[in-house]
């Protein structure tokens, strides 16, 4: 449905009225006026179902700039709720030049920008088109392809060393678990760090989606926006713990040789139990070059685990706010209390809702098609890890009080950073799902209010669109793991369940050997 605009030399840049023509019918002249900060729409004239553009999808304004403004969605205000009209401004209302595509940190919460950063210390936040290696001009775009790919062969080198000193080691238990908690760890964060290197293009198409069709802006008036921001809060805990982690795997051999006793000079600690190729005890210089190259892969595997499980939960957390908005847009669908609305102008808003709709859904399965091996790995790993750690709490004999702080944070922070991501999968569950109880309940089914006029919600196409919607809505979109398992708080139980199996086989073929050996 086009809409006609004035030419910037017809009037002020700053104020443009258009004439919407929807459905061959002409609806009343309306005037947009833009700032720097918010997209409002002013009614003007006679508007017998207030102010309201009812086909924007290729609105334009040319004022001292060339702006787009992006879908129909974004820039409608949606009748009445009760008396008082209801306007999504902010909310959903986006100019091109105010959004930038490949640099989402700067569209999020001041905690995701931090974890963006890390992403990109680490060589996993993707480039933009302009700035590939083989294009020119991009030296510096080179060279952080070749950092990436440095941090993942150091991550990989790092866990070489754990495994052959865990296969040196399998005879005793104790040391075998205290290993694998490390040496799984890094073997998770090995394989996300070499899919976001191996799927940058899909990473960054990720991301621009989310900036068009799901952002949320804090300046939105509604209180969605907030509530996404508070949700957020937990990934910030979830950061801390595993920020305190490695800080204790990196510091306390520190605190061991300069504050503990007397340390044989072959026998100095390193953050985590390995065996090297060579003789990293052999002299000060070569000790410290090898603690600090293992100490850095260390720190790139948790702020990668950290870093990229924030993002999943930032993308999964507004596409609930996403199912919140088109909840407020349904409830209000017929609420309208002057009744004057056309048949086709009905249609069209309820068709705008559907597009909405499935835009979320179709965001959504991007997000698990992108995510789908690193959650796999995850589930499979976290019930071992929290297995292992909680054999290491209550087993452990002789060990220094900063290995227990250490292994309680470990433990604390495993169950964190599932129990975070599986809530957040759980809510958008719900929130999908809600969906089609919001439908059944928005008054379809007509009202009393609507008999004096010629157009009432009982119409055969306005039923259709709204029994597809709801039988759509039964369905409720998920995450998975490849379809193994489901992010959910179900799946964080059954992990749970799995973890204390694991740990009771474990104890009891410890005491079973301890026992012969008295």
């Not at 052959?164 to 908690?181: K, P």
């Not at 719900?430 to 089914?445: D, N, P, V």
């Not at 992990?495 to 204390?500: D, E, F, G, Q, R």
Request: glycine share 4%.
């Amino acid at each position: 449905m086009p809409s006609h605009a004035i030419p910037c030399h017809a009037m002020p840049c700053h104020t443009i009225s258009t004439h919407i023509q929807p459905s061959g019918q002409c609806s009343p002249f309306h005037s947009i006026r833009s700032s720097a900060s918010r997209l409002s729409l002013f009614g003007c004239g006679p508007c017998p179902f207030g102010p309201r553009m009812c086909c924007c999808s290729d609105a334009r304004m040319f004022g001292c700039e060339d702006v787009r403004i992006f879908g129909c969605e974004d820039v409608e205000v949606f009748g009445f709720l009760g008396s008082s009209a209801v306007g999504i401004e902010c909310s959903q209302a986006r100019l091109s030049h105010r959004i930038s595509k490949h640099e989402i940190h700067s569209l999020a919460p001041t905690g995701s920008t931090i974890r963006c950063v890390w992403l990109k210390l680490n060589g996993s936040w993707p480039l933009s088109e302009s700035s590939r290696p083989w294009k020119s001009d991009s030296f510096l775009a080179t060279a952080y392809v070749m950092w990436a790919w440095y941090v993942i062969a150091s991550v990989g080198i790092t866990i070489s060393y754990q495994t052959a000193f865990l296969l040196n080691n399998l005879s005793d238990i104790i040391i075998t678990t205290e290993n694998c908690c490390t040496t799984f760890m890094g073997v998770l964060n090995f394989v996300r760090l070499l899919h976001l290197r191996l799927n940058q293009s899909k990473f960054r198409q990720l991301i621009e989606n989310f900036s068009y069709e799901i952002w949320i802006p804090d300046s939105s008036k509604n209180n969605v926006a907030a509530d996404c921001r508070r949700r957020m809060i937990t990934f910030s805990i979830m950061t801390s713990l595993l920020a305190c982690l490695i800080i204790m795997y990196c510091v306390l051999p520190l605190v061991e040789i300069f504050f503990g006793p007397a340390i044989d000079a072959q026998n100095k600690p390193f953050p985590y139990k390995m065996i090297f190729p060579y003789d990293a005890q052999n002299s000060w210089i070569r000790y410290v070059l090898t603690y600090i190259f293992t100490s850095y892969a260390g720190i790139c595997v948790v702020t990668t685990l950290f870093a990229e499980d924030t993002i999943l939960g930032f993308f999964i957390t507004y596409t609930c706010g996403q199912f919140q908005l088109l909840h407020q847009r349904i409830a209000a669908l017929f609420a309208d209390s002057s009744a004057e609305l056309g048949e086709n102008i009905q249609l069209e808003r309820i068709k705008r809702i559907v597009e909405k709709h499935n835009t979320v859904i179709d965001f959504a399965k991007r997000l698990e098609d992108f995510f789908n091996p690193i959650l796999l790995a995850n589930l499979m790993i976290s019930s071992v890890l929290i297995c292992m750690v909680g054999f290491q709490i209550i087993t452990g004999k002789n060990m220094f009080i900063g290995d227990y702080v250490k292994f309680i944070i470990y433990i604390s922070s495993a169950l964190s950073q599932l129990y975070v991501l599986c809530e957040n999968g759980d809510e958008l569950i719900k929130q999908s799902t809600l969906t089609a109880q919001i439908l059944y309940e928005c008054q379809w089914e007509g009202s009393n209010r609507m008999e004096s006029h010629s157009f009432t919600p009982t119409n055969k196409r306005i039923r259709n669109h709204i029994s597809f919607m709801i039988l759509c809505s039964q369905r409720p979109v998920r995450i998975t793991a490849f379809k193994f398992s489901t992010l959910s708080l179900q799946s964080f139980t059954a992990i749970l369940s799995t973890s204390i199996s694991y740990f009771t086989l474990l104890r009891s073929v410890y005491f079973d050997d301890e026992n012969k050996q008295d």
